[in-house]
């Protein structure tokens, strides 16, 4: 198995709430014919797919989806575009969990969560700098 994620899909009960949310973010969409609604990141993508889709997709009842604790992260270019673009989140209808604010391992990052609970983290991280075409590697490695 090739070290990658290709696809983040986000199980989503109102597709079009979902779907101009992230497209509010400045996020360009592209709808299937099978109703998912697409948005191609660099080397991956984030994709909303209906709830009710996605647990019949896995054979299993919606309520056994779970909640698991995770976040999705988005880095920045620059330390105050960190509250920029939680400000835009919120504008969007996102909710705020922690606004920007200097952390302990001396990067700024904040939370927010998506009008349907998907939290993402946004974080400037001095020592993991973004690559020239907006790549993300740890430790900043190109």
């Not at 509250?83 to 200097?102: H, M, N, Q, Y």
């Amino acid at each position: 198995m090739e070290q990658r994620i290709s696809l983040i899909t986000l199980g989503t009960r109102d597709m079009a709430a979902q779907g101009a949310f992230y497209e509010s973010l400045g996020w360009a969409r592209v709808d299937s014919p099978d109703g998912v609604i697409a948005f191609d990141l660099i080397g991956q993508t984030l994709g909303l797919y209906p709830l009710e889709a996605l647990a019949k997709d896995i054979g299993v009842a919606v309520s056994d989806l779970g909640h698991g604790a995770s976040t999705l992260g988005y880095n920045v270019r620059e330390k105050h575009d960190v509250g920029a673009l939680l400000d835009r989140a919120a504008a969007s209808g996102g909710r705020i969990l922690k606004p920007a604010e200097d952390v302990f391992w001396g990067g700024h990052s904040g939370y927010f969560a998506d009008p349907e609970g998907h939290i993402w983290e946004v974080s400037w991280n001095p020592f993991s700098p973004l690559g020239s075409d907006g790549t993300f590697q740890w430790n900043g490695a190109e």
